[in-house]
Nanobody, 124 residues
Framework: QLQLVESGGGLVQPGGSLRLSCAAS????????IGWFRQAPGKEREGVSC????????RYADSVKGRFTISRDNAKNTVYLQMNSLKPEDTAVYYC?????????????????WGQGTQVTVSS
């Protein structure tokens, strides 16, 4: 079965950090760009960050630049999202997704595998 599984979410205080992981099973991530998306209650899902197949190219939403870092370890078939200086507005369900076209886009039509999501709550 081909799937992506996110982990690492939880409750954290403002200013804190979390590291999300996106692990693939049933296929190798080497040939896929990976995007992180999030959906807050009552809002549309938005692109947060993405990374190319090689890891050489990354992209961030303006709202997370300088605070979040995306990386990948193809040997472990896993992509990470390090989130620092978290704010209450970062509260959302975070999803990872795989893009076989390596487009560097947040266009969800480009992504054909999605994880089930992991909840991140930033609150004191």
């Amino acid at each position: 079965q081909l799937q992506l599984v996110e982990s690492g979410g939880g409750l954290v205080q403002p200013g804190g950090s979390l590291r999300l992981s996106c692990a693939a099973s049933g296929f190798t991530l080497d040939y896929y760009a990976i995007g992180w998306f999030r959906q807050a209650p009552g809002k549309e899902r938005e692109g947060v960050s993405c990374i190319s197949t090689s890891g050489a190219s990354t992209r961030y939403a303006d709202s997370v630049k300088g605070r979040f870092t995306i990386s990948r370890d193809n040997a472990k078939n896993t992509v990470y999202l390090q989130m620092n200086s978290l704010k209450p507005e970062d509260t959302a369900v975070y999803y990872c997704a795989a893009d076989p076209s390596n487009s560097g886009s947040y266009n969800e039509d480009r992504y054909n595998y999605w994880g089930q999501g992991t909840q991140v709550t930033v609150s004191s």
